[in-house]
């Protein structure tokens, strides 16, 4: 049986997912290589952990929508070619479905667990606890493959009181240190550090100036968050153990603020 393959169906079925416009139009084989070629350049550039860095999420970016023009319109092109066609045996309903539902799962694997395919992660601050580095709505990024935590390391991580919670805070102390505030700075094993530049308001009440001495248990951290006194951290629950540490954050990706696009979190 021939029949035509119209354009801005392929177009339709390219949109809805990536490779069904090619197999609609009779080219099943290509669409599948470009299909998987698409993940397996994602996937490479994953393993040079390039993606948790500013421009390397930028060029994760273009890469995927690079693809998808390329693909969407490829498959026009292909259909609008491909008059008369001969419908081939995949190409009944059935073939579709089954083909969208396929590659929309691999798709969203992929993207679900991007901590360890990809190395990196994306969050969105809803609290005020961490200005003035990260502002209410910042959109910001993690690197998932960290080599090691230290202190100046802004983390995300599961909540130790409801693991399913994730908060973000600055480590101050690591395991086997004494940490202590007094007079609203902290000490390390007895030597003051300065990690940011804290203003009056962001420590003024008792507990955000003075902390008695306390010991830090091997194979955790304790964190506190840039605007302590907003801040329900490490004082108020305890220390988190490095194994519940999701990622160091990297760079802000998204905020209201223009300037801040692109910012480096330190």
């Given at each position: 049986m021939t029949t035509r393959r119209k354009p801005i169906i392929a177009i339709l079925f390219s949109v809805i997912t990536l490779g069904v416009g090619h197999m609609y139009s009779g080219y099943l084989k290509k669409g599948l290589i470009l299909v998987i070629g698409m993940y397996i350049v994602i996937l490479l550039g994953g393993l040079t952990n390039i993606y948790p860095t500013f421009y390397g999420y930028l060029l994760l970016a273009l890469l995927i929508v690079s693809f998808y023009i390329y693909i969407?319109?490829?498959?026009?092109?292909?259909?609008?070619?491909?008059?008369?066609y001969e419908l081939k045996v995949y190409n009944k309903w059935y073939f579709y479905v089954l083909a969208i539902v396929s590659i929309s799962l691999l798709s969203n694997y992929l993207f679900s667990n991007r901590a360890s395919f990809l190395g990196y992660d994306t969050?969105?601050?809803?609290?005020?606890?961490?200005?003035?580095?990260?502002?209410?709505?910042?959109?910001?990024?993690?690197?998932?493959?960290?080599?090691?935590?230290?202190?100046g390391d802004v983390i995300v991580f599961r909540y130790p009181?409801?693991?399913?919670?994730?908060?973000?805070?600055?480590?101050?102390?690591?395991?086997?240190?004494?940490?202590?505030?007094?007079?609203?700075?902290?000490?390390?094993?007895?030597?003051?550090?300065?990690?940011?530049?804290?203003?009056?308001?962001?420590?003024?009440?008792?507990?955000?100036?003075?902390?008695?001495?306390?010991?830090?248990?091997a194979g955790h951290v304790f964190t506190l968050g840039d605007n302590r006194t907003r801040s329900?951290?490490?004082?108020?629950?305890g220390f988190v153990p490095e194994n519940d540490v999701l990622g160091v954050a990297?760079?802000?990706w998204y905020s209201k603020e223009f300037k801040r696009i692109g910012m480096k979190i330190k």
């Open positions: 969407i319109i490829d498959a026009a092109t292909l259909a609008n070619k491909n008059n008369p969050y969105r601050v809803p609290s005020l606890a961490m200005e003035p580095t990260i502002k209410v709505g910042d959109f910001f990024v993690t690197n998932a493959r960290h080599e090691s935590l230290n202190i009181l409801n693991r399913e919670d994730i908060y973000i805070k600055r480590i101050v102390g690591l395991g086997g240190d004494t940490i202590e505030i007094k007079k609203g700075k902290i000490f390390i094993n007895n030597n003051e550090i300065s990690l940011v530049d804290y203003d009056d308001e962001t420590k003024s009440t008792h507990a955000s100036i003075t902390m008695t001495k306390t010991n830090i248990p329900a951290d490490s004082r108020h629950w990297t760079y802000i």
